[in-house]
């Protein structure tokens, strides 16, 4: 996905991490994925480690509730992948914000106008991912 300045985020997801593993809670919907970032030109690759399904439907539904205007919170972050998500305002302007922690003072981030177009364009590649990587935990996912 691309922003306003040209900077590109992208969440690729390679493979389940393990290929016939069904009905196994986490590991059946642990992904290997990476976050591929540039940012004024500058390549950040980052492999997620610990990326499950779930956390990408959570991704999902929090941006359905920013197109629905009804989201309850303005964060959502994970602890592993050490990643949040963040609505902020900059110069009067919506923005969506995804930062990586890489270490305890070192993060990458990258921002999003909120605008209908953008914030369904990013909720559209998120729901991509997890019809190519549906849930084989077997479980019901709490995303609320
Ligand atoms: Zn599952």
Same mark, same amino acid.
């Given at each position: 996905?691309? %922003?306003?300045?040209?900077?590109?985020?992208?969440?690729?997801?390679?493979?389940?991490?393990?290929?016939?593993?069904? *009905?196994?809670?986490?590991?059946?919907?642990?992904?290997?994925?990476?976050?591929?970032?540039?940012?004024?030109?500058?390549?950040?690759?980052?492999?997620?480690?610990?990326?499950?399904?779930?956390?990408?439907? =959570?991704?999902?539904?929090?941006?359905?509730?920013?197109?629905?205007?009804?989201?309850?919170?303005?964060?959502?972050?994970?602890?592993?992948? %050490?990643?949040?998500?963040?609505?902020?305002? =900059?110069?009067?302007?919506?923005?969506?914000?995804?930062?990586?922690?890489? *270490?305890?003072?070192?993060?990458?981030?990258?921002?999003?106008?909120?605008?209908?177009?953008?914030?369904?364009?990013?909720?559209?590649?998120?729901?991509?991912?997890?019809?190519?990587?549906?849930? =084989?935990?077997?479980?019901?996912? %709490?995303?609320?």
């Amino acid at each position: 996905m691309k %922003n306003h300045n040209g900077d590109i985020m992208k969440i690729h997801v390679i493979n389940y991490q393990f290929d016939n593993l069904y *009905n196994k809670l986490y590991d059946s919907d642990w992904l290997e994925a990476e976050l591929i970032m540039i940012i004024s030109k500058r390549k950040i690759k980052i492999n997620l480690e610990f990326l499950i399904i779930e956390e990408l439907e =959570r991704i999902y539904f929090w941006l359905i509730q920013i197109l629905n205007k009804n989201y309850a919170d303005s964060k959502l972050e994970f602890i592993d992948p %050490n990643l949040k998500f963040k609505i902020m305002t =900059r110069s009067k302007i919506p923005v969506l914000k995804i930062i990586y922690y890489m *270490n305890d003072t070192k993060i990458e981030c990258w921002e999003l106008i909120i605008n209908t177009a953008n914030i369904n364009s990013l909720a559209n590649k998120i729901n991509k991912i997890i019809i190519n990587y549906p849930c =084989r935990c077997g479980k019901t996912h %709490n995303i609320n």
